[in-house]
């Protein structure tokens, strides 16, 4: 076995040790915004996790940590994260409703093509350029709500728009590249003869 597959099958690393930490802080954020109405710690440990997940992308691109444990369990703290917050933020924000609502259609069939693909390839494929602009949005359309407590309807929709704009996109994207995959129209990266 060489070292990058040796790499690769690692279950205990650092990156994934930051995305257990993320899927920790859910049910605290949870628990602060929805039940506490204590919306900056709310926004503040949200904004942490968005830090770790930046460390943990950088910590297994520049230190040799990526696992595929952890390209799978990065985009599903990611996605827990996201839905979470944007589920709290519906009870102050009633148009939250719609990207929380394509965020779970996305992302049940996003998962479910990819593992399919991971199924039929063996491999697993991190994110592109384009969902991680996506996420980016989200978030800080998510932390813009958090933090201007009266935030005006006008600039609200606008940014949900946004978001939703970019969330159409990624879906786009990944979800005719993973079909083609499964129909056997496309290599995925690095699979070229």
Known sequence: MNKKNETENKILTVPNLLSLLRL??????????A????????????????????ADGYIARHFNAVSNVGKI???????LTQA???????TRFPLMAAPFGF??????????????????TGKVVGADFHG????????????????????????S??????????????????GSRNMRVLRGRED??????
């Open 24 to 33: 920790l802080m859910i049910p605290v954020i949870i628990w602060l915004y």
């Open 35 to 54: 039940f506490r109405k204590d919306y900056f710690p709310a926004g503040a440990l949200l904004i942490l996790s968005g830090l770790t997940d930046l």
């Open 73 to 79: 369990l990065d985009p599903i703290a990611d996605k």
């Open 84 to 90: 979470a917050m944007l589920f709290c933020l519906v």
């Open 103 to 120: 965020l779970v259609i996305k992302e049940l069939f996003i998962g479910t093509t990819g593992l399919l693909m991971i199924r039929k």
């Open 132 to 155: 991680k602009v996506a996420t980016t949005l989200l978030y800080a359309m998510m932390v813009l709500h958090i933090f201007w407590i009266d935030i005006t309807p006008e600039v």
């Open 157 to 174: 929709a606008a940014t949900i728009v946004v978001c939703l704009a970019s969330m159409c996109f990624t879906l786009l994207v990944y």
């Open 188 to 193: 995925l990266p690095g699979d070229k003869k």
